[in-house]
């Protein structure tokens, strides 16, 4: 019996098939607009705060505070400061935190190390001061529910400070800059929606 011949078409076919068994690439990301970019820099906003508020707050006394922590990016690079002040007690029946803090953000760079969905991905400089009032749970009895601002008059409701966030925002990156802007929103759980720059924005952890 002779043997079969393979026509060279179908060669060249099967060998495209064999090269091309890893299976079909992922879908590239969404585009990312201002909406969806305002949003993931507040998750660097909030996630730059969680990591102050653990390194330092969490680690002292309860009651009044006052502290100042240089920034970090997850490679190791330093680049300003943040200083903390106000209170912050401990509910142990309900598990959680009640504070009452500004954050006076001084060219703190902070980034996230890198993850596969998009918009989890940022490395931003903050200034300016950004309170929050509320409840942070520390127990799963708990559930957070904060305010986030920059600081306003008591009396007159007109804002009396700004907050500035600039660096790189999505995956692949995108250039990112919001100067001297408002902040009003609350955090409710993991998710968080409110007021930046004008703009509403939120995103959920």
Known sequence: MSPVQIPHRL????????????????APPPPCDQA???GVALLGLRSAMKVAFN?????????DQDVTTPC?????????????????????LQGASLVSLTYDFRNCLFSAPPDPTANQNFSLTFSGK???????????????AIELATEVDPVT??????????GTVYDPPLDYAAS????SAIQTGNAVSGAFCGRMAGFTF
């Open 180 to 183: 001297d802007c408002a902040l």
């Open 72 to 92: 970090v990016s997850f490679d190791g690079q330093l680049g300003g400061t943040v200083h903390i002040v106000g209170t912050a007690r401990v509910n142990a």
């Open 130 to 144: 950004v309170t929050e009032d509320g409840t942070l749970s520390v127990q799963p009895t708990a559930t957070t």
């Open 11 to 26: 060669l060249l076919c099967l060998f495209l098939v064999a090269g091309c068994g890893a299976g079909p690439r992922p």
């Open 55 to 63: 390194f330092k707050i969490a680690a002292m006394p309860v009651g």
């Open 36 to 38: 969806c970019q305002d």
């Open 157 to 166: 409701m007109v804002p009396t400070d700004s907050l500035s966030i600039s």
